[in-house]
Structures are given as structure tokens and as C-alpha cells.
């Protein structure tokens, strides 16, 4: 999918969504972050929606390599966050 697609559905899913970063791939989303006060919420390229509260982090588990200093692995997955894409 295209960095638009995605930011009109997570648009849609709720305004209060901060969009941080986004990872291509050859032109097409591989990853998108964003954030609601402290969970942080991430999306896959299918769309399915993981999240990660940042006050659960301990510190080995920051790296300042990644999305706000935290790991992938961190992450949950968050069915309330998955997208569902409109083919048309």
C-alpha cells in the first residue's frame, strides 16, 4: 500500500493519532509508527495494527535505532488498530 492509503485510514480510525515515521519498501509502506500520548502504535504492511506503552519499556530494551528508541519485539499486536483497507 501507499503512505497515502494508510494516512487516510489511520485518519479515519481516530484524530487523536500522531503519525511519526513511516519505513518504505521499494515505493510501499513496510512500517508505520504513530502514537497516542504514551502507547505507541505501529503497522505492518498488511495493516495489522501493534502497539507498546513506553512506561513498560525497561532500558535494555531501547535502542536509538528504532522507533522512539524502542525494538520492534516490544511491540504488541492491537486488533483495535488494524486497518481495513477499501479495495476498489
Known amino acids: 500500500m501507499k503512505v497515502k492509503d494508510f494516512e487516510d485510514a489511520i485518519n479515519r480510525m481516530?484524530?487523536?493519532?500522531?503519525?511519526?515515521?513511516?519505513?518504505?519498501?521499494?515505493?510501499?509502506?513496510?512500517?508505520f509508527y504513530g502514537h497516542i500520548g504514551t502507547t505507541l502504535i505501529m503497522w505492518k504492511e498488511n495493516g495489522t495494527g501493534h502497539t507498546c506503552i513506553l512506561h513498560t519499556i525497561s532500558p535494555e530494551e531501547v535502542n536509538q535505532n528504532t522507533h522512539d528508541g524502542v525494538t520492534e519485539s516490544c511491540y504488541a499486536p492491537e486488533q483495535k488498530y488494524d486497518i481495513k483497507f477499501e479495495i476498489i
Open 14 to 31: 481516530d484524530t487523536r493519532i500522531v503519525l511519526d515515521e513511516v519505513k518504505l519498501s521499494k515505493g510501499h509502506v513496510r512500517r
